[in-house]
């Protein structure tokens, strides 16, 4: 689990954390050279790549964030690639990822 504006570091020594936009949305934020190599994909079984509706991304040293993966204690429901970056949102436990 991440803690919002909690810096942790990869293993590439690049420092990251979730700074909190809102109650239920994070932009995922990191220093470094990581980003530029960050993969990132589709939900299973999704056609097409939404870059507004991912499943995943996955810097360059980590951390791999999934739907699912937990931020103040809540799963992440949705993830987004924008112009500032990768947006996570927060949602309950029952919501489906």
Not at 5 to 21: C, P
Not at 22 to 45: H, I, L, N, Q, W
Not at 73 to 78: Q, R
């Amino acid at each position: 689990m991440f803690i919002s504006n909690k810096k942790y570091t990869n293993r590439y020594r690049d420092q990251y954390w979730f700074e909190k936009v809102s109650p239920a949305t994070y932009k995922f934020v990191m220093e470094g050279t990581s980003m530029d190599y960050c993969r990132y994909g589709g939900k299973e079984g999704q056609e097409g790549l939404d870059t507004n509706d991912l499943g995943m991304f996955d810097p360059s040293g980590g951390p791999y964030i999934c739907l699912g993966t937990k931020v103040d204690d809540k799963p992440v429901v949705k993830i987004a690639s924008t112009d500032v970056g990768f947006i996570v949102e927060v949602g309950e436990e029952n919501e489906n990822v």
